[in-house]
């Protein structure tokens, strides 16, 4: 059977390492691609929305990718579902969202959810594509939105210890949630830390989104 290869676009360094180590552990045959653009991010919390420059900005990299020979690209970064979407219409490969698969994981839980970020900018998409999700299956939901800034900045400082506390501690401050969702891909190494619990499921993006790139490509 063919390698498949897979472009990923990050717009933070954080994002790298998480779902190259997921690639390892649940898609090691992959041929992995690794494509960072980390302007992105402070143009976003600048400009303050998507706007149409971003959404050209995004359909570059979809079709640079494409043009190396992706078979599809995952994006990492939770900020610019709007933009990857549109990006989705210039290639004729798939292009997948970095959290669309794990969503799906959260609202089959559904119930109560509790949405941890520590990129504020993250939340307001994540809560739109739920809510679009679940009303397009009819589905009653509760998003309880979380963010942790200073776990951001401990990452950045290097500090992950720190910054996975953070993440479990908010965690548990978020009761009565049926499932917690760990928006963005530098935060997976904290659900370690997140206690189990009977009735509550804890969802990641690399995770979810590369076993739903194996699926999507029928590879073994």
Known sequence: MKTRRIALIHATPIAIEPIRAAFTQFWPQARVTHLLEDSLAPDLAAAGRIDDRMLDRFAALARYSESCGADAVLFTCSAFGAAIEAARDRVAIPVLKPNEAMLDEALTAGGRIGLLATFEPS?????QELEDIAAARKLDVSIVPSVVPDALAAMHAG?????????????????????????????????????????????TSPHSAVMRLKQMLHAD
């Open 123 to 127: 939340i307001p998409s994540m809560v």
């Open 159 to 203: 500090r992950t210890r720190d910054h996975d506390a953070m993440i479990a501690a908010a965690a548990e401050r978020l009761n009565g949630c049926s499932v917690l969702v760990l928006s963005q891909f530098s935060m997976a190494a904290a659900a370690a830390l997140i206690p189990e619990r009977s009735g509550r499921k804890v969802v």
